[in-house]
DNA sequence: ATCTGCTTCCAGTATTTACTGAAAGTTCAT
DNA sequence: ATGAACTTTCAGTAAATACTGGAAGCAGAT
């Protein structure tokens, strides 16, 4: 196919577009999201250089991003004998990309929330008036929800791709 | 408890401000999800003026963020015989909370994902180049994944508390 | 037809968030 | 110790997003 290279190309760049959107959609940042989207397509390692060409950003940018995406578990760095540069890899297995936004997510975001409901919780503790107690109430079934949320989560993210995979058939039977 | 109102009022706030972060955390607006959690804690069905008082913001905003809501099948209208001024209430119910946001976000997120997934698949179908065939394989493996969890979704969604209780029971043993 | 009480829209503005590019920092080779 | 190759930081700026307040729209009462 002579425009294959071309076509292909073009399919990449919708897909790190479109990635990019469905990111930020989630709350994360755009160039995060592309940068990621870039990598997972990637035939081989990139570096910073290529990623700053490609999505025509700025050093600092891309520098930025690649570090959060390295926090996040998302990709890696990798060095080449002999060359003092380092390159990025993004982790293409879906399961485990999955597996890691969450352990991320519960830490950064699920946690703190779960600190708070449980203060709103506490603070209202003992209240004598119907307001009181149904705004303890209210804490307490969300406290509940964010906390079994929670430790599904754990669970689903501890399991092996095989595993996991057999228990949703379970539970589609 | 001579200070209960105090620091019910004060509880209340508290839990508005940090749910506010926490759906801006994850792509909500600030202002919305404060709204949510008012109205969620809230004893009474509220107007728009009282909300626009509580938060201290204006009618275009408070107008806005609660037709959002109700899109979001969130809060709905209510009237009272002899007004004609609207006013709002939360849903309470935590899991009926979870299935609407997650109906939701399936069908604006989620269903245009896949479209992006499948399109690129497409584009790539046949493709000979070992490039050509690992983007291939990636969309691929993506659009499983995101079509499973999206079916996932979808059976959760439709269940009913106790059942999705009992299921998750089953889950954990 | 006009007024009143309320809802909706939207142009302009403020706030937040993201990005740039240049300078400073680091590390290794010589 | 100097310099080359690369990484990191950050003040300033640009872009995106959210908010305000007034004006327009609408519907029922008079």
Redesign the pocket.
């Known amino acids: 196919m002579i425009d294959e290279g071309v076509s292909l190309g073009e399919a990449r760049d919708e897909f790190v577009t479109q990635w990019g959107i469905m990111g930020?959609q989630w709350?994360?940042?755009?160039?995060?999201a592309?940068i990621h989207a870039l990598l997972m397509t990637a035939p081989d390692v990139m570096?910073?250089?290529e990623v700053?060409e490609t999505?025509?950003?700025?050093?600092?940018?891309?520098?930025?991003?690649?570090?959060d995406l390295v926090s996040w578990g998302l990709i890696r760095?990798v060095t080449k004998k002999g060359?003092?540069?380092?390159?990025f890899e993004a982790e293409k297995d879906v399961w485990e990309i999955f597996r890691r936004v969450a352990r991320e997510r519960k830490r950064r975001e699920i946690e703190p929330a779960l600190e708070t409901l449980r203060n709103c919780k506490a603070a209202s503790e003992g209240m004598k008036s119907p307001e009181g107690r149904a705004f303890h109430e209210q804490m307490d079934q969300l406290e509940d929800f964010v906390s079994f949320a929670s430790r599904m989560g754990d669970r689903v993210a501890s399991m092996q791709h095989g595993k996991a995979i057999k228990l949703a058939m379970k539970f589609f039977s």
């Open positions: 930020a709350g994360i940042n755009r160039t995060m592309q570096s910073t250089d700053m999505l025509e950003i700025s050093r600092g940018n891309a520098h930025t991003n690649l570090k760095i060359e003092r540069k380092e390159f």
